[in-house]
């Protein structure tokens, strides 16, 4: 790659340039990241022009810096948030001591395993959308999938830069194998669950960047506070580019719902696929898959990983140095959520173990916010219905109501009641025909598809009837 500026073309504020080892390999991958961002990224669209968001300095002018990009040339940067000085670990059994520059020996496995599977999510999200452009419901939709793949991509640069500076030869195999693993297949599945399920349709995309996201939004907060001060910096700044897939997520939805109380107004009916719109009772199954595989990202309720990861400083808990307790929690209990036999009880467990479980719940009460803002678009037009997240239990398959079968409000019922009633609640065969049947590209500056309400605002000021990704010529 000779000729490439890789200090010019790799934004950074790692002091690139004056680290020959790092610029060495970060070359020797860069080139593999292109062949599989060709292969696995958005599907027809690599040699358009994409109205994009590039950060090219963490300050407040850098980070938000748009232009119009070709996918493959986008500048994938290395960015750690600014360091705070004297930083101290703030909690586990270092709590109190200098945050680590470096990796620890003793915690050098663990810490490789966290930012590995960190690292794996973001390809396979790319892997998972890549088709979708096919069937986008307008030109400003298109771009913010864009906006959101290249993002991804830039975190799993984040996630390459830690492994390559920190972890020498293990590392650099790691970042190979990142590339190489694929969602959905299954010699070399993507690590975590949900990251193996397809994104086939846009309402699929909204949902899970509503709540596939945002455990991406709540693990990252975690692994912000770890002592390993390289990875702290390096998610603080994920997280300011977190917020915008949430954004796309909940306002993707909220348009949905909104499109939806539209034509049931007008018509006069529930049955709104008749007139294009897609009626709540799908949403509402989307919802439901979409928010039980989340809740297994977060991992069992009672896990020695996490209480092992708390101890030893390596992940904390959401806003940790927010909380007036003694962050070692040796001594303290959390409530958690358990079946118990045919009934479901609450059980105070020791904290350090139960710490998997308190971050879900941080996330649930997010969740709730959102769905709470849907709802108030369903009571504007003044229609009678409401959405809802499902019990904890519901659908899952990590933790302890793998196996089980637990409705939607939280009973208990045999495999065959469940399996009876699973159409209610999980999307049907049905369903995605008819999502299917809507996935007609609609490409036009400023039109949108009929199912979906336009934005409520451009991206960056811009007007709805903007060129965000400009067809024609290349
Ligand atoms: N699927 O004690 P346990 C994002 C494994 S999303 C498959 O229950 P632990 C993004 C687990 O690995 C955020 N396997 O859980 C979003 C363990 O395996 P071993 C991604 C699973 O370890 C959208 C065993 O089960 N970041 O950024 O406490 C677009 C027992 O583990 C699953 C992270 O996840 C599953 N769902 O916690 C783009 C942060 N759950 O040890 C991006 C880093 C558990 O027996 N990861 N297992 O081989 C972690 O902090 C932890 O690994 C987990 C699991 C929270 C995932």
């Not at 034509?263 to 007139?275: F, P």
Request: proline residues 5%.
């Amino acid at each position: 790659m000779a000729g490439v500026d890789y200090t010019e073309r790799i934004p950074n504020n790692v002091g690139l340039a004056d680290n020959r080892r790092l610029l060495r390999a970060l070359e020797e991958w860069q080139p593999r990241y292109l062949d599989w961002w060709r292969e696995m990224g958005p599907d027809g669209y690599q040699a358009k022009q994409v109205y994009l968001r590039t950060a090219v300095s963490v300050d407040a002018q850098g980070w938000a810096h748009f232009d119009w990009v070709r996918m493959p040339d986008y500048r994938w940067g290395i960015f750690l948030a600014e360091p705070e000085p004297n930083r101290v670990i703030a909690f586990g059994e270092h709590k109190g001591t200098p945050a680590w520059p470096d990796v620890p020996g003793e915690h050098r496995g663990t810490l490789r395993r966290l930012i590995v599977t960190q690292g794996d999510t973001e390809p396979a999200s790319v892997e998972q959308q890549r088709h979708l452009g096919r069937t986008c419901p307008s030109l400003y939709d298109l771009r913010n999938l864009f906006q959101v793949n290249v993002e991804e991509g830039r975190h799993l640069w984040a996630m390459v830069y830690l492994l390559h500076a920190h972890f020498g030869r293990d590392g650099r195999e790691e970042a190979e194998a990142l590339l190489q693993r694929r969602s959905g297949d299954s010699d070399k599945p993507r690590i975590l669950g949900a990251f193996n399920e397809k994104t086939p349709d846009w309402l699929s995309f909204f949902m899970f960047s509503f709540f596939t996201d945002r455990d991406g939004k709540y693990q990252l907060a975690a692994l912000a506070e770890s002592g390993f001060d390289p990875l702290a910096r390096t998610c603080r700044f994920m997280l300011t580019e977190e917020a915008h897939h949430m954004f796309v997520g909940e306002t993707g939805i909220s348009r949905v719902v909104q499109r939806t109380c539209e034509v049931m107004r007008e018509q006069r009916t529930d049955d709104v696929r008749r007139h294009g719109a897609i009626d709540l009772a799908t949403i509402q199954r989307y919802l439901n898959f979409h928010y039980s595989v989340s809740l297994d990202l977060f991992g069992s309720e009672i896990s020695t990983n996490a209480a092992n990861f708390y101890t030893a400083g390596v992940k904390g808990r959401f806003e940790e140095t927010k909380k007036t307790d003694d962050h070692v929690l040796r001594d303290a209990t959390y409530p958690v959520t358990q079946p118990d036999g045919e009934t479901i009880r609450t059980v105070e467990e020791p904290a350090l173990t139960a710490l998997n479980e308190r971050l879900r719940d941080d996330y649930i009460a997010d969740c709730q916010r959102g769905v709470d803002r849907w709802n108030a678009v369903i009571k504007r037009h003044g229609i009678a219905a409401e959405l809802r997240l499902p019990h904890r239990g519901f659908h899952r398959a990590i933790g302890n109501f793998a196996g089980l079968h637990v409705t939607p409000d939280g009973r208990v019922v045999s495999a065959a009641e469940w399996e009876a009633r699973r159409a209610e609640w999980l999307p049907t065969p049905d369903d995605q025909v008819f999502i299917t049947s809507l996935m007609t590209p609609v490409v036009e500056p400023g039109r949108y598809a009929g199912w979906i309400a336009p934005p409520a605002r451009g991206i960056n000021g811009q007007p709805l009837e903007f060129e965000y990704v400009r067809l024609a010529g290349e």
